[in-house]
Each structure stands twice: as structure tokens, then as C-alpha cells.
């Protein structure tokens, strides 16, 4: 086996192991996008305006350092 032929082996070996991870993600991230899917309109509504709220208050934040 050439040098080159080696190192493409180990690599399919890592690129396998981080797809299972990517594949767990990828799950997940489905069963969000159905669970989000199947709300009625007022509950999307009460968490889109929910999520504005705290992005305007993250806006508005100041952060000081208190020496003790």
C-alpha cells in the first residue's frame, strides 16, 4: 500500500466518527423543526415575541465589574 493510501484511510475513519455526532444534531434539530411545526399560531406567536423581548433586553444590558 502507497503512504498516501494510508493517510485517506485514516481520515475516512475520523470523517465516520464525527458523522455520528452530525447525524445526532441533524435529529434533533428535526424533531424541533415538527415539535415547532405542529404549534398553533398563538403559541408561535407568544415565544416570537418572547424571543424579542429578551434580544431587546440583551440589547439594553450593561455589564460592570464590581472589585470586592
Known amino acids: 500500500m502507497k503512504p498516501?493510501?494510508?493517510h485517506s484511510n485514516d481520515?475516512?475513519?475520523?470523517?465516520r466518527e464525527n458523522m455520528t455526532d452530525y447525524q445526532a444534531r441533524e435529529a434533533d434539530e428535526d424533531f424541533r423543526l415538527r415539535e415547532a411545526i405542529n404549534k398553533s399560531d398563538t403559541e408561535k406567536f407568544r415565544l416570537f415575541t418572547r424571543m424579542l423581548r429578551i434580544t431587546m433586553m440583551m440589547q439594553k444590558a450593561k455589564i460592570t465589574h464590581k472589585q470586592v
Open 4 to 6: 498516501y493510501e494510508e
Open 11 to 15: 481520515l475516512k475513519n475520523v470523517m
